[in-house]
DNA sequence: TTACCTGCAAAGGGTTTGCAGAGTC
DNA sequence: GACTCTGCAAACCCTTTGCAGGTAA
């Protein structure tokens, strides 16, 4: 799925989120910025580590998760937890709001998108005076894929 | 909140899970059940080993990580993964069906109910196909305490 | 008696940190 | 030139595992 909109765009944002911040504009910052724009897709670090070096790009793994860090920070990527020990992201600048299937048997994230849950976050915020800043909404199970090869 | 059913009813399902699976009756896990059914409310692995060492029940850390991995699938605990490193269980023996708010700030975990999210789940597995087993709606944010900490 | 279970301590695996050198502003 | 960032490797932190002795069935 090709992102709507360019890269240019993306940097532009990851640039005032620096400035913001009083930090530097590096090219590893850059090469890993272009790296997660255009695989796409949910990633954790340790494969996106391996990823860029084999694509040549010697970065580490403290610049790698020091660099998804602040890209969450500067709202470009989304953090999840489905497992503990395993911060998964996804790229989510100007993505549409949406949800995540976690399958239980082979890994696999599915995403599906439902206009209530907006409705549900709204009014729980008026319920309880929580200020929701960020959703999460998992639906583990099995997918049918593995559904199927279960009954084999 | 007292729970709305006595010790031994609890007991007797872990007993029944323990032979469905073929594993034995030690006291140590009906020590640690006994010990999460008074104390209730969310806890951590290492929370109640330091509390069952306090009361005097000498468990090791191995025991109860065994314990609470045993009572998840025995369906008495749920586990959440709010933070990376760090699973969190609420004992969910004949509790309603709840979802979580997540304070960033402080770290508090209140609890809500919607019966919305059935309907919504329900509508997700027919649409994909995915058999959801589990569901975790976790809404992060802050709690009205802590924006009133800010504030000042 | 036959596993399974326990306690202890050490290992495991993703993430974070400390430090010296490099690079941005 | 000041200060942050990077790379490397070691440290961290929960959690899991291996092993020898104990114990339920």
């Given amino acids: 799925m090709k992102p709507n909109f360019d890269f240019e765009e993306v940097k532009q944002v990851v ?24 695989r796409g897709g949910h990633f954790d670090a340790d494969t996106l580590y391996v990823e860029l070096r084999n694509k040549g790009i010697n970065v580490s ?37 949406h949800e995540h299937l976690y399958c239980e048997v082979c890994g696999k994230i599915e995403e599906f998108c439902d206009p209530r849950l ?13 200020k929701v800043t960020k959703r999460s909404v998992v639906f583990r199970g099995i997918c049918p894929e593995c559904q199927r090869k279960i009954k084999d």
Same sequence: chains 1, 2.
């Fill in 15 to 38: 640039i005032d989120c620096l400035r913001k911040k009083g930090l530097r504009r590096t090219p590893e910052r850059f090469q890993i910025l272009r790296h997660i724009y255009e």
């Fill in 61 to 97: 793994r403290a610049t790698v998760y020091n660099t998804l860090d602040l890209f969450t920070k500067c709202g470009i990527l989304t953090s999840h937890f489905f497992t503990p020990h395993h911060i998964v992201y996804d790229f989510s600048y100007k993505a549409k709001q």
């Fill in 118 to 130: 907006s409705i549900i976050e709204e009014d729980v915020q008026k319920l309880t005076g929580f």
